[in-house]
Each structure stands twice: as C-alpha cells, then as structure tokens.
C-alpha cells in the first residue's frame, strides 16, 4: 500500500529548513547574545551561505551516486552529531564565561562548526528537492508545492521563533528575565543538544516512514559525465541570462535585512537599536510571525493558481521590498513593542506570499532529466545573492547607523521590481505553467 505523501512531505521539509535558519539566523542572535560586534558577525556568518552556493558542483554526485533517501538519511543522521558537538562547544564556553576567560577561540570553533552543519543542510536541500521530485507524481508535486513551502518557512519560523524564545527563558544575561533553569549562556548548549536529538529522530522516523521509488536510483553515468551534463543543459537553456539575473536580484533587499533585522532588534539602545529581549524577540518570531508566514504561503498557493505566475509577481514582489521601509521606519521612529510586532507580523505575511511565488519559479525553470541538479542550481546561485549583501551588510551598517542604513536598504531593493519584467521574457514559465493546468494539477490544489 503506497504511503501517502501527507506522512513524510511536512517532516521532511522540517527538516529542511531547520538547520538553514539555525545556521544563518539563529548563530547570527547566538554571537549578538554573547557580545560581538555587528561587522564581526555579518561578515563571518555570511560566509556560512558558501555551502548553499558551492552545491551545486556536488549536486550531480548526489544524482549519480546512490538513492536521495540515503543521502538524506545520512545528511540527517549527520546533522544530529553536530547539532551535539555544537552544545558541547557552547558549554564550554559557557564555562570560560563563569570564569571570567573567555575569548575568540569559540567564534572560530563554533564558526567551523556552523560551516560544516551549512555543508551537510546544503547537500540535505539536494537530496530532499531531488527525493520530492522522484517520489510523487506530477499530479501530487502540484498539490503538495505549497504544503513544502509552508513547513519549509515554518520550520524557519520556529527556528528563529520558538526556539530562540525558549532558549532565553531557560536562563538570560539579564536577571530576572527568564525561568533561570539553566546559567547563561548555558542554554543554547541545552538548545543545541536538543537540535541533535530531534535531528536522531528525523533520521529514525524517516528511515521507517519513507517510500523507496523505483525512479530513486542513481544516474546511468559516469559522475563526471552527469555533472558536464547538468550543468550543460541548465545553462543552455533558453533565456538563462534573465533566469540568472532574477534568481540573483529578486532578494537582493531581503538579503540586506538578513543579518542585520536580528541585530537591529536585539542590540541595545544606546546602540541606535531597539533593546528587544531575546523572549519578545522569539516571541514575535514564533506565534505572530508563524501564522503570518503559513497565512501568507496559504494564500501566495491560491492565488497562483487561480491567477497563474506572471498576474502575480508584481504585487507579490512590490511586498516583499515593503520591509525594508517597515524597518527604516523603526528605526526613526523606535516605535513601542505593539508597533513593532504589528510589523514584523507584516513583514511575514508578505514574506509568506512572495517567496511561495520564488519558489514556483525556480521549480518551472528546474525541469528535464536533471531536475535535482537543476534545481540544487537555481538555489545555490540564489544563495550567491544571498550572502555578498549580508556579508557587506554589518560593515555599511556600523558606518551609517541603523536609519540610514535601512533608508539606503529600501532604495536598493527596489532593483526586484526592477527584475520583474525579466520573468515575462522567460519562455520555460509559461510551457511548464501550461502543462500543469493541461493535466488539472493546479497550484491551486496546494490548499
């Protein structure tokens, strides 16, 4: 009896998207909580999106070697183990700081660390895209696009979210705010520790619920024949210029606002920032911004496929760059927690439905034989748009403060509207977006 996809697609992309939010989110409010600079974090912790861009050199060896529920299995058993080197690491530190010792050798070694958890998400992301496509028909990759996507940002929500809030309420630098069950900063090594036991059972769930279909085999090739081959085929196809230059730019405002939303938020201010706690800042992330992101994926799923792809990426696009007026805005204004949250919920919303819209794009442009490959790709080179403005992000924003910092943000996002028109000359859209609708499978159905 063929399992439905209903017990294996919401954990799966949990999965996903958990460790990338830890990665390159949650690390960024860990060294802000423990006190390093703004320019010191961005900068090195964008260097942990290199992996989501390099692996697209690996992606073929996952096609050619193996099934994707090995690699996944493994990537997932994998992360576990780190996620618990991750709290060891953390708990000394956690020691030197009761010590009054600390120094910049955890930054380096929890650096490390974060880079090859980044490694091993990123070959995750590989073989759980590529898994999706072979294990569910065309009929239920369109019904479920929009059920991935929202446990994918769910998983970024509650990361970010929930975690982060409860890891400040187990113990907090500052006193008498938090449950002090745990010594500060000692909770994120209870935090880390429980990563690695979710991450075990991922692994041994998955291991026990997932299919094993038959079109789940490696590529008849040679390794270096299929990667030659997917490469070839993705950049020879049709108006690749303007798919690259969309991928690149169409979050080149959201890349901004990547690193330095956290901190804005978090830092003191004295500093020009608002001196949110951790608690309000998990708080807002995880209960208001949750159902914002699930909302607005809801919705970005309906109306694509009522409207169809091209009616609605200019609104969608025109929402995704609204934050970074929302967040200029604060700044200048440093308006009272209740403003706040009533933005960033926004913020989500609109998060919610532009991404879903990105999402669709890459999965119609990531079609044919290589299809994880393909669309290991598109990712990665969004991910090289991702990490140059958040690396420069910290520096710009220690030499013009956080006003003007987010006033220059807005401007420059507004380069995704400019992208747009791109999309209509993209012939690859409109033929897979047809052949959907041909066959009744919707986006619609992703309710």
């Not at 120094?103 to 490390?112: G, M, P, R």
């Not at 940002?153 to 970010?160: E, Q, Y």
């Not at 500093?271 to 998990?282: D, F, I, K």
């Not at 690396?391 to 400019?418: C, D, K, N, P």
Request: aromatic share 16%; hydrophobic share 50%; net charge positive.
């Amino acid at each position: 009896m063929k399992k439905t996809p209903w017990t294996y697609i919401p954990s799966l992309y949990l999965a996903e998207g958990l460790p990338y939010i830890i990665i390159n989110t949650v690390s960024t409010v860990l060294y802000a909580d423990l006190g390093f600079s703004n320019d010191k974090i961005a900068f090195w912790t964008g260097w942990l999106y290199l992996p989501w861009i390099l692996k697209m050199f690996w992606s073929p060896l996952v096609d050619a070697k193996s099934t994707k529920r090995r690699w996944l299995l493994g990537a997932q058993t994998v992360l576990a183990g780190l996620f618990l080197l991750l709290a060891g690491l953390t708990a000394w530190e956690a020691f030197r700081f009761a010590q009054g010792n600390s120094s910049l050798t955890f930054f380096t070694l929890s650096l490390f660390g974060f880079l090859a958890g980044a490694f091993v998400s990123a070959t995750l992301d590989i073989a759980t895209d590529g898994y999706y496509l072979l294990a569910l028909t065309p009929q239920e990759q369109s019904r479920f696009v929009g059920i991935r996507t929202i446990f994918y940002r769910l998983a970024m929500i509650l990361g970010s979210g929930a975690l982060v809030s409860a890891t400040a309420s187990l113990g907090n630098k500052t006193p008498g705010t938090s449950w002090n069950l745990v010594a500060w900063p000692y909770n994120w090594a209870v935090m880390f520790g429980f990563l690695g036991i979710m991450f075990l059972g991922f692994a041994f769930y998955h291991a026990w619920v997932l299919p094993k279909p038959g079109q789940d085999k490696p590529v008849q090739k040679n390794g270096a024949t299929a990667w030659a081959d997917s490469f070839k085929t993705y950049f020879t196809q049709k108006n690749i210029v303007y798919i690259l230059l969309f991928i690149l730019l169409y979050r080149l405002g959201d890349a901004l606002l990547e690193k330095m939303v956290p901190l804005f938020l978090l830092k003191p201010a004295t500093e020009g920032a608002l001196g949110m706690s951790v608690q309000n800042y998990g708080l807002i992330k995880g209960t208001l911004g949750l159902g914002a992101v699930v909302a607005g994926n809801l919705a970005g799923g309906w109306l694509l496929g009522r409207f169809g792809f091209k009616k609605c990426i200019w609104p969608f696009a025109v929402i995704l760059i609204l934050p970074n007026f929302f967040y200029a805005y604060m700044a200048w204004a440093k308006p009272g927690l209740a403003a706040v949250a009533t933005l960033i919920t926004l913020e989500h919303l609109g998060n919610g439905l532009a991404m879903m819209a990105f999402s669709v794009f890459i999965m119609y442009v990531s079609q044919g034989v290589y299809k994880t490959s393909h669309y290991a790709i598109s990712t990665g080179i969004m991910a090289l748009g991702m990490m140059v403005p958040s690396m420069l992000s910290g520096w710009l924003q220690m030499r013009l403060g956080y006003e003007m910092f987010f006033i220059v943000a807005s401007f420059i996002s507004l380069v995704t509207v400019a992208v747009v028109p791109l999309t209509f000359k993209i012939k690859s859209i409109e033929e897979t977006e047809a052949a959907f609708r041909a066959h009744k499978h919707s986006l619609e159905d992703a309710q």
